[in-house]
């Protein structure tokens, strides 16, 4: 590599609330995105909540001589809602589908049924191997009472475990996407504790958007208010995260955000935010790295045992659900053998016929629920064990620098007392 080699990349986040039939003015805000990123000429554009095929088939035609690669991530029933365009030449593409997703019965809601990932993308640009990593997790309904923070925070262990595991060829991890985390919330926390991401919004010097980088706030017409009583100012929810193996060096030189609107034609293309990040990746002389040290390893002990615990928490209350459907399930096949005696007995035969088909919906349904929350706790529990070996791994590592530290402090005490004698 050049000692003068520089790259510089421009990069496109957003998250496009395309839910057919209901997001509002959706055909026309495709349209107005497509003609914007034609304008802009990004190297790389990466999208959540394109929820239709159709709308991404739309894009990926009128993109096509700015953005010749494309693809789309296909899971679950709607579809995980995430794709790419790409100026460059998409090497190699895969996903993974997260483990918990969410609750069937919440169908208001809707995520199990969406597939929610992370797709990955692997590019060469300039000699080097760039990981581009594009996600959306699970949406938070209720912050007082969040019923699916330890989905939330399974789900980000598994992004930052699948980045860790499919990054070790690369040369720049780039990740995008909607976390629906706060900057200081335990899965953001978790991410980039085990990943070693930069956050854009932190590390650049040259910021213009809202507020605090905020990605979701009040101006725009499409985001409901009430939701952001709290956050006056709105919220950060939407990152652009990287980082580069030694012997390069990644910045990010500018960071744009929309705010609240367009800047061409002043209609927002969303309820979120767009982010606009300028990367530049040069050669760095090689550097010494030494071992982390004890204060460097206490945030991410931490913050893996606080994991730790919420997945517990959340693997105790998937049980107990567990158990309580198999007391309904016992509760309604006993209800179905006293049908079957009186119906054999010939008494109140008609009555017995009436509440049959409700018991075997009671059975069936408390049989699916009971299925259902006991793959929840094991998956949580799944995720718990990988916890529990990193953290173990971890207080080895602290162990072992702390002996270290201590052998090399009384190794000098030594040679100080023998040079005073």
């Known amino acids: ?110 995520d199990w049924f969406c597939g929610k990932a992370v797709g990955l993308l692997v590019l060469h640009l300039g000699g080097l191997v760039f990981n581009a990593y594009v996600t959306h997790l ?42 629906n985390l706060h900057p200081k919330d335990l899965g953001c926390r978790l991410l980039k504790e085990w990943t070693g991401l930069h956050d854009a919004y932190l590390e650049t010097r040259d910021f213009k958007g809202p507020e605090e980088g905020c990605t979701m706030v009040p101006e725009n017409c499409y985001v409901n208010r009430q939701e952001l009583e709290q956050f006056p100012l709105g919220i950060r929810i939407d990152y652009v995260l990287y980082k580069a193996v030694s012997g390069l060096y990644i910045s990010c030189k500018t960071l744009r955000t929309t705010t609240g609107h367009e800047p061409h034609s002043g209609s927002p293309l969303s309820d979120h935010e767009a982010l606009m990040a300028t990367l530049c990746v040069r050669h760095s002389p090689p550097q010494h790295n030494p071992s982390p040290t004890h204060a460097e390893r206490s945030p991410l002990i931490s913050v893996l045992r606080e994991a730790w615990t919420e997945l517990d928490q959340g693997m105790a209350q998937g049980r107990w659900w567990a158990t309580i459907a198999g007391y309904v ?45 006991v793959q929840e706790a094991k998956g949580l529990c799944r995720a718990r064990a990988e916890l529990q070996h990193v953290l173990g791994r971890a207080r080895e590592a602290q162990d072992l ?19 005073e004698q």
């Open 1 to 110: 590599m050049k000692p003068n080699f520089s790259l510089r990349l421009r990069v496109f986040n957003l998250n496009c609330w395309g839910i057919p039939y209901l997001s509002k003015h959706r055909t026309d805000r495709v349209k107005r995105l497509g003609d914007f990123l034609n304008r802009e000429s990004f190297d790389l554009a990466l999208l959540e909540e394109v929820w239709s095929e159709q709308d991404f088939q739309y894009l990926r035609q009128k993109l096509l001589p700015a953005y010749p690669a494309a693809h789309y991530f296909r899971s679950g029933i709607i579809g995980s809602g995430l794709c790419v365009f790409s100026k460059h030449p998409i090497q190699e593409f895969t996903q993974h589908v997260f483990t918990l997703n969410g609750y069937p019965y919440m169908i208001h809601h809707g």
């Open 138 to 179: 699970h949406a938070e309904y209720n912050r007082q009472k969040d019923i699916y923070l330890a989905h939330r925070v399974a789900q980000a262990w598994e992004l930052a475990q699948f980045i860790h595991h499919t990054s070790k060829k690369a040369d720049v991890v780039l990740l995008c996407g909607d976390l």
């Open 329 to 373: 399930i016992g509760l309604g096949l006993l209800l179905l053998t006293l049908l079957c005696a009186l119906v054999a007995g010939g008494e109140i035969r008609e009555v017995a016929v009436l509440l049959w088909t409700p018991s075997v919906g009671l059975v069936l349904g408390a049989g699916a629920f009971y299925l259902f929350h």
């Open 401 to 419: 620098g702390s002996e270290s530290q201590s052998a090399l402090l009384l190794g000098q005490q030594e040679g100080d007392r023998a040079e």
